[in-house]
């Protein structure tokens, strides 16, 4: 068992949702190899951008249209010159991660629970 145990409460805090990937740019400024990614949350959300150390197993090209899953509601994080304002979220092994998806497509801004 995990030893930082969260409550309830705390975890119906965190605002977990599906996207769809609608850019990815490379982002030569971060300090690891990482892309910019814009992701559709669909209504009321919107598009959020994040920066993603995803490269070692994602290619640009692959991501575009590829629905994952996100924290969208961390406050904007500066990374270079880029404000992050979501998490994408994956499994890491080392530094490759891999994407957590829903395994059909589902629509953008569902919650996740």
Known sequence: MESNQINWGDFEKVAIRVG??????????????????????????????????????????ELIGKQLIAVVNFPEKQIAHFKSQCLVLGAVNGDEV????????????????
């Open 20 to 61: 769809t990937v609608i850019d990815a740019l490379d982002f030569p400024e971060a300090h690891k190899p990482a892309y910019k990614l814009f992701i559709d949350f669909g209504v009321p959300t919107g598009v959020l951008k994040t920066s993603a150390q995803i490269t070692k197993l994602y290619s640009k090209k």
């Open 98 to 113: 891999t994407l957590l998806q829903p395994m059909s497509k589902v629509k953008n801004g569902l919650k996740i629970s």
